[in-house]
């Protein structure tokens, strides 16, 4: 008998990726920080760093995006 295989779904891709965060005692603040920084980065790939693009396509403010960019620290 032939096996199926499928793709794994985003809630079980994140998951094995928080596993792996709380294995390494990384506290919850930094956890949520690096996702948003991860996050808004691939975004601004897909939509050529145009602001107002990403902040409509993450369904926040273009001055929110601004400012979660300022704290992150993302160029």
């Given at each position: ?9 985003i ?6 990726l ?13 956890a ?17 760093h145009?602001?107002t ?7 926040i ?9 300022k ?5």
């Amino acid at each position: 008998m032939q096996k199926e295989f499928r793709n794994p779904s985003i809630h079980e891709r994140m998951k094995g990726l928080i596993e792996e965060m709380v294995e390494k005692e990384l506290p919850i603040k930094e956890a949520l920080r690096e996702f948003e920084k991860v996050y808004i980065e691939t975004a601004a790939r897909k939509y050529n760093h145009n602001k107002t693009k990403i902040a409509k396509a993450l369904g926040i403010h273009r001055n929110t995006l601004h400012n979660l960019c300022k704290a992150l620290k993302i160029k």
